[in-house]
C-alpha cells in the first residue's frame, strides 16, 4: 500500500491506450495516485518528486519488442536522479499482438534497469491484443487482471500477470487486418499503402 505514481510511457499519452489501461488502474487503487505523461517532458522535475511514492507503475506500448524511446528518456532522466530506497517498480504493458508474452523482452529490460539502479521490482501485467481488447465484449478480462494487478500491488504479493483474446492466431489475424482495411479507407489509405515501408513524410518526396 502507499502514494503511487503512474508513468504513461505512451508517445501518444495523451490519446493512448495506455491512457485507458491507466484509468482503469486508477478506478482499482484506493489510494493516492498522481499521473504523468512522457509526453509532458518534465521529467527532471518530476524525478526530483519521486520521494513522495512509494510506487511507481510504467504503463506503456510495446515498440519493436522494446520500450518507446519517449520511455527511456525519462528513464535516463530516473538514472541522473537520487531515487528514494524504498520505490518500487511495477509495470503494465501492453501490444498490438495477440501473445502478451512478446512484452517478455521489454520486462526484461525493466527487470535489469531495477536491478542496475538498485529498485525493487514488483507486479506485472501484460497485455496481449491491447490495441483492440477494451473495444471488445473480452474488455471484462482485461479489468479483471488490472484489479489483480491493483490488489498485488495494495497487498504486496507481487505477481507477474497477463491477458489476451480468447481468440486463434488465425481469427485474430483475420479480424485485426478487416479493421485495419476499414481504418486505411476511412483515412483514404489502400491496402498496398499500408504494405509499403513509407512512412507520412516519405509520400511527398
Ligand atoms: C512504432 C510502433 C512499434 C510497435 N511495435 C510493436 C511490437 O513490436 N509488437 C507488438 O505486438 N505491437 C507493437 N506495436 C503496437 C502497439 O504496442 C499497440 O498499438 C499499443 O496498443 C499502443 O499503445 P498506446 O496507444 O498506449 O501507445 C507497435 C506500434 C508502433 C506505433
Redesign the pocket.
Known amino acids: 500500500m502507499g502514494r503511487l505514481l503512474i508513468i504513461n510511457g505512451?508517445?501518444?499519452a495523451p490519446r493512448?491506450?495506455?491512457r485507458r489501461y491507466a484509468a482503469l488502474f486508477r478506478r482499482y487503487w484506493k489510494e493516492p495516485v498522481d499521473e504523468y505523461l512522457v509526453t509532458d517532458c518534465q521529467h527532471t522535475l518530476i524525478c526530483a518528486q519521486l520521494s513522495r511514492y512509494d510506487h511507481l507503475l510504467l504503463v506503456?506500448?510495446?515498440?519493436?519488442?522494446a520500450l518507446p524511446a519517449a520511455l527511456l528518456r525519462f528513464l535516463q532522466e530516473m538514472e541522473r536522479a537520487l531515487l528514494p530506497a524504498n520505490l518500487r517498480v511495477h509495470t503494465l504493458v501492453?501490444?498490438?499482438?495477440l501473445e502478451p508474452e512478446?512484452n517478455h523482452t521489454a520486462l526484461a529490460i525493466l527487470q535489469y534497469f531495477c536491478a542496475k539502479n538498485s529498485m525493487k521490482y514488483g507486479s506485472s501485467l501484460c497485455i496481449g491484443s491491447?490495441?483492440a481488447i477494451l473495444d471488445t465484449p473480452f474488455s471484462f478480462l482485461v479489468r479483471h487482471k488490472i484489479k489483480k494487478l491493483a490488489s498485488s500491488i495494495h497487498t504486496g504479493h507481487y505477481d507477474a500477470f497477463s491477458v489476451t483474446m480468447p481468440l486463434t492466431k488465425k481469427m485474430f489475424i483475420r479480424a485485426s487486418t478487416r479493421y485495419w482495411l476499414s481504418y486505411g479507407s476511412k483515412n483514404h489509405i489502400s491496402e498496398v499503402q499500408m504494405r509499403t515501408m513509407q512512412v507520412e513524410g516519405d509520400n511527398e518526396a
Open positions: 505512451s508517445p501518444r493512448s491506450n495506455s506503456f506500448p510495446l515498440y519493436a519488442d501492453n501490444c498490438g499482438f512478446q491491447g490495441e
